[in-house]
């Protein structure tokens, strides 16, 4: 089913000619912005932008499909801020803010916060990304913010979770692993795995703290950035090693030009969801939650570990 967010990207990249400049001005990811136009057309059977080089434009059947999505647009901005303006008295269920570290922000977030957006007629929805766990911590614990979404290795849960204040709550969300992320020119690609004694040798690019790590460290990498476009360009160019985890391989790096392999031994990771303890939780967090574990379930097939019951609101 076609969704609202889909009609506005739609516009935004017919108006800019560019998925990058319209990336960029919603924040979020090009793959986001272009996994979204790809449904687009899949939904409607036809051909609604012609991409090449020099830009992007639209094809006969984009340009008339232009006019319908302003309208339709046009008319839910108007319906939104009715809703709005009616809910002005629950003013604290319109509002959300969340945390991520990093990587979770290209790969995790887009999708989720365009189901949030589906649900809730927010006022204000804010969601950045955070390199320091010990800051997002910090800022959860202060009610800063309404939930924060990072990762950890599992062998740095007993150490790391049991530093948590207890005004926090913390939960899994569902375990994913290590892989290594090579071009297919790369001389690693021809092996099924790598060991963490060859990865750790390779010339590597790393996200800024996207986990606490035994692996390695920020110092031992050559590059460390958290622009996925500036990764890829690395790997293809720079012959150079990025690790990652299987699902946000498969969401970051396209599969036909970069590999992935898999760190022998296996590094399990963990992502959780974290939020800081109240007496009593409104409406609001009960349905974050439950989307969360919905989105959870779907694209891993896991469920998240907090049970729905002890957040229903009476």
């Known amino acids: 089913m076609m969704r609202i967010e889909q009609l506005k990207y739609f516009l935004e990249v017919a108006r800019s000619g560019s998925i990058n400049a319209t990336a960029q001005q919603l924040f979020i990811s090009q793959q986001g912005v272009s996994d979204a ?4 057309e899949q939904e409607l059977g036809v051909k609604l932008l012609n991409r090449s080089k020099t830009g992007i434009s639209l094809t006969f ?10 309208e339709v647009v046009e008319a839910y901005d108007k319906i939104e801020a009715y809703i709005l303006g009616h809910q002005a008295g629950r003013e604290e269920d319109s509002v959300l803010s969340i945390l991520t570290n990093p990587m979770s922000m290209s790969a995790f977030m887009p999708e989720f916060l365009e189901r949030l957006e589906s649900v ?5 929805l804010h969601c950045s990304d955070i390199a320091s766990l010990e800051k997002m911590k910090q800022q959860v614990e202060g009610e800063d913010v309404d939930f924060g979404i990072f990762m950890l290795l599992q062998n740095d849960e007993k150490k790391i979770l049991t530093r948590v204040s207890e005004k926090i709550k913390v939960y899994r969300l569902f375990v994913d692993e290590l892989v290594a992320c090579v ?24 996200c800024d703290g996207a986990y606490s790590s035994e692996l390695y460290t920020d110092s031992e990498a050559e590059y460390v950035t958290n622009n996925m476009d500036f990764q890829l360009n690395l790997l293809l160019k720079k ?4 690790v990652s985890t299987r699902y946000f391989f498969s969401k970051t790096f396209p599969e036909d030009a970069i590999a992935a392999l898999p760190i022998k031994p296996a590094y399990k990771v963990c992502y959780y969801v974290m939020l800081p303890v109240r007496e009593q939780y409104n409406e609001k ?7 969360l574990d919905h989105y959870v379930e779907e694209i ?3 469920k998240a570990e907090y049970n729905l019951n002890e957040w229903s609101i009476s």
């Open 37 to 40: 136009l790809k449904r687009m």
């Open 61 to 70: 059947d984009g340009e008339q499909i232009y006019r319908y999505a302003q």
């Open 120 to 124: 809730f007629s927010f006022s204000d």
């Open 183 to 206: 071009s297919k020119n790369h001389p690693l690609a021809k092996h099924k795995s790598i060991s963490a004694t060859a990865f750790n040798q390779a010339k590597k690019v790393i």
């Open 239 to 242: 012959n150079v090693v990025a």
């Open 285 to 291: 967090t009960f349905k974050v939650l439950q989307i």
């Open 300 to 302: 891993t097939g896991q």
